[in-house]
């Protein structure tokens, strides 16, 4: 049976040593906007959440604004949101991708030719 292939876009964005933003972390985020919380996020994506918080500690601290904040809780308890900068965050990295992808479809095509079936 034929290996399945997948070409994936890995950008990593570094402010200093920190890596400001990349897959993972555009992926916590996205995660985050579904559930509406970190927990929640980390579970879907089968990491600790420490693991997650600290990914979006790093991107709060990178940004000039946080992209993610709490919500004030009530009777069910707060919860996690997207702030506008996540929001474009995201948009922008996954339009990137998208970029990215169409810029090199021909090369990729090439690419996967030379590849063993």
Avoid: H, Q
């Avoid at 890596?19 to 972390?25: D, L, N, R, S, Y």
């Avoid at 994506?45 to 979006?56: C, F, T």
């Avoid at 919500?71 to 997207?82: K, M, V």
Wanted: charged share 30%; with cysteine.
């Amino acid at each position: 049976m034929p290996k399945e292939v997948e070409v994936k876009f890995r950008l990593r964005i570094t402010r200093g040593d920190d890596i400001a933003v990349g897959p993972g972390k555009i992926d916590v985020l996205a995660a985050i906007a579904r559930t509406g919380s970190i927990t929640s996020a980390a579970k879907e994506l089968g990491m600790s959440y420490r693991r997650a918080w600290l990914l979006v500690d790093t991107m709060n601290r990178c940004f000039k604004s946080p992209v993610v904040e709490a919500e004030a809780g009530g009777r069910s308890g707060g919860g996690t949101a997207l702030t506008p900068v996540g929001i474009e965050a995201v948009r922008r990295y996954r339009r990137i991708e998208r970029a990215a992808a169409k810029a090199g479809a021909a090369d990729i095509r090439a690419f996967l030719a030379l590849l063993a079936r």
